[in-house]
C-alpha cells in the first residue's frame, strides 16, 4: 500500500496538471469505485460537472483534491490505485474505474484500481486546528512533514503508550503516513528494535526515531517513492526507485549496510519486519 512518499509524489503530479481546470464530464466505468460515495456515482458526477479543482492536498497517506466551495474529492489509493494524468486520445487503461475530462479538452486526469481496494468519494470539509480536512480524514494525526506536526507532543504521547515502538509509529492517530516500510527503515537508522517498549525510550531517543522518520521520508520523496511493482506509479506513469535504497526492509539474509550481519526478517501483525540482529538487538526484559 502507497506510504506518505508515493501519495506525495502523486500529490504533487495532480497539482501540477488538474487544478484550476472545469470539470466538464465525469465517467464512473465501475461502481466499487465510488462505493464510499454513499449517493452513487450519477451523484458524484453531477456535483462534480462544471467544477473547478482548487489545490491537491495530503495527510499522511490521504490525498484529496479540494473543489471550489467547501468540499473535497477523497481518493484511496489503496492497494492498487493510481490517478494518471492522460491526453483525451490515449487508450482506456484495462483496469480504469473513473474519468475526468475538463473544459479545455486537454489531458484527462484517470483513476485505475486493479484491485479496487480504492476509491473516490466527494466530502465536506470541516475545520481541525489550523487547517481543513475532509470529514473522513478528520481524526487522522498531522504527519512529519506537516507544518503543523509537533515533535515534542507526539514525543511525550509516545512514551505514554504501552505497545512497542513500531505498533506506535504505524498508529496513525498518534502520527500518521508511516506505514511498514520506512518504519523499518527509520528503526534501523535509530538503532532500535521493533519490538521496544515505548515506555522504556527516553526522549533523545524517539527525537532520535523521529529525525530518522523525516530524513527516510525525504529521501524516498526525491527518489518518487518506493515501487516494489507496477502497481504504484506517479501521474505520468513512472515508477518510484527508492526501493535501491533500503537498508533493511526486504533485504532478508542480506548483510547490514552498517555492520555486514544477516538481516532478520520476523512476522509483525500478519506482515514482516526486518532488522539487523546487531545494529537492533531485541529487548531483553521479556518484551516480544
Not at 30 to 55: E, W
Not at 172 to 180: A, D, W
Amino acid at each position: 500500500m502507497p506510504e506518505l512518499p508515493e501519495v506525495e509524489v502523486v500529490r504533487r503530479g495532480v497539482g501540477a496538471h488538474v487544478l484550476g481546470r472545469p470539470v466538464s464530464r465525469v465517467e464512473v466505468l465501475h461502481p466499487r469505485a465510488v462505493r464510499r460515495h454513499v449517493l452513487g456515482g450519477d451523484d458524484l458526477s453531477a456535483r462534480l460537472t462544471g467544477r473547478t479543482f482548487t489545490a491537491a492536498c495530503r495527510r499522511g497517506k490521504y490525498l484529496w483534491i479540494e473543489v471550489d466551495g467547501d468540499e473535497a474529492l477523497l481518493t484511496h489509493l489503496g492497494m492498487s490505485g493510481q490517478l494518471l494524468v492522460q491526453p483525451p486520445d490515449a487508450p482506456d487503461e484495462k483496469h480504469l474505474r473513473v474519468r475526468f475530462r475538463f473544459a479545455d479538452s486537454g489531458t484527462e486526469l484517470r483513476f485505475v484500481d486493479q484491485r479496487t481496494f480504492g476509491g473516490l468519494s466527494l466530502d465536506d470539509l470541516v475545520p481541525v486546528g489550523a487547517v481543513h480536512l475532509p470529514k473522513p480524514v478528520a481524526h487522522i494525526a498531522p504527519d512529519p512533514l506537516e507544518p503543523v506536526f509537533e515533535p515534542d507532543r507526539v514525543v511525550e504521547r509516545m512514551r505514554s503508550r504501552r505497545t512497542g515502538v513500531k505498533r506506535a509509529l504505524l498508529d496513525q492517530s498518534l502520527v500518521s503516513g508511516i506505514g511498514n516500510i520506512y518504519a523499518d527503515e527509520a528503526l534501523w537508522r535509530a538503532k532500535l528494535h521493533f519490538a521496544r517498549p515505548t515506555a522504556t525510550l527516553t526522549r533523545p531517543a524517539v527525537r532520535r526515531l523521529f529525525d530518522a522518520v523525516g530524513e527516510v521520508l525525504d529521501e524516498a520523496l526525491q527518489q518518487g517513492g518506493t515501487s516494489f511493482d507496477a502497481l504504484y506509479v506517479n501521474v505520468n506513469g513512472e515508477s518510484g526507485y527508492f526501493d535501491r535504497s533500503l537498508a533493511v526492509y526486504g533485504q532478508a539474509d542480506r548483510p547490514c549496510p552498517r555492520c555486514g550481519a544477516p538481516v532478520r526478517r520476523d512476522a509483525f501483525m500478519n506482515r514482516s519486519s526486518y532488522t539487523c540482529p546487531v545494529c537492533q538487538p531485541r529487548p531483553r526484559n521479556g518484551h516480544w
